[in-house]
């Protein structure tokens, strides 16, 4: 492999900030490995609204499709507020990536390192030593994607609108199978989170991941919970959880609460890994930090980069395949937090450091490792 192509859409808000520190600290990663970058930029979100109308525009995607993997920052803000629903910056370009790059398979690590309780909501006897779970979310069907999905006058003259919960087995099985996956590496328990008391989609998902893990994954602790349940365990007890396996919605729903469990979202990365291979026989992904546009500090460069350059991670390690670079991205940046060099959000009491400072402490350490 000579250079690394993938597509940088950093977007609004704080997303271009994040997204510049990234690139430099992939660059000294990549560069001590002796590899190239190929990295494109191309507009996304809000900033392509301004530039062509388009949240998401043809020429953006034919960026992404020549790449081997998507480095995203984030998209929205209150800019594009007032516009239709369907055409916000998220809805209008977030969805139909992950619907064109078929990309189902969402990775959401809730990593909570041990010198960052206090950030968390919850008590800190419940998590004395932090917390490390990842949450597995299908990505492209369930009620997101599901047809029909409209709205309706009824003769009436009642108005009434419809979203469609729709799943198939072989849906099921492949997201099983990355749950599986990353058990394996992990603490080996998945716990599948459905509705199966009520929903029959649910039914059927529980008994496909039961079916699933019975015949291909034997050595695996499986068990299954109610969404509703599983939204009360998280915030009482979030370390009893491995991987997490959910449907779409309810996934978008634990992720955040998962979220907020693990303190700050400036530490949080995710990972979109697609169905087809890229060029390289690796997963495609997009891969974008979980804390959004940030609106009320873009700007400021103060925004943490972190949850960007664990997602760049997070890219070199499903969709190059360079596992020990992005070990040491994490473990720079995990270092770097312990020594107390932080950005606000994680200072608590400490002189908070500004995006620049935490990124050239990071690429630092990065240089003075071998
Ligand atoms: C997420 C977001 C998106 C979702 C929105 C922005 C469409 O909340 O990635 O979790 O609902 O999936
Ligand atoms: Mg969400």
Known sequence: MKALKFAVLAGDGIGPEVMEVTLEILEQVLGKAGYAM???AAPVGGAAIDQVGKALPEATIRVCEAADAILFGSVGGPKWESLPPAEQPERASLLPLRKH???FANIRPGLLYPELVAASPLKTERIPEGIDMVCIRELTGGIYFGQPKERRELPDGDVEALDTMVYKKSEIERIAEV?????LVRGKRVCSVDK???????VLWREVV?????EKYPQIGLSH????????QLARNPNQFDVLLTENMFGDILSDEMGIVCGSLG????????LGNNSLGNPFGLYEPAGGTAPDIAGQGIANPCAQILSAAMMLRFSFGLDDLATRIEAAVRETVQSGVRTGDIA??????????MADAIINRLKSKG
């Open 38 to 40: 190929d990295a494109e």
């Open 101 to 103: 790059f078929q990309l």
């Open 210 to 214: 039961t079916a699933f893990f019975k």
């Open 179 to 183: 749950a599986a996956q990353t058990a």
């Open 348 to 357: 608590f009491g400490l002189e908070p450091v500004n995006t620049r400072a």
């Open 267 to 274: 530490m949080l990365c995710s990972a979109s890994l697609g």
């Open 196 to 202: 199966a008391n009520v929903l029959t989609t649910s």
């Open 225 to 232: 919970m109610y969404v509703d349940n599983a939204a009360m």
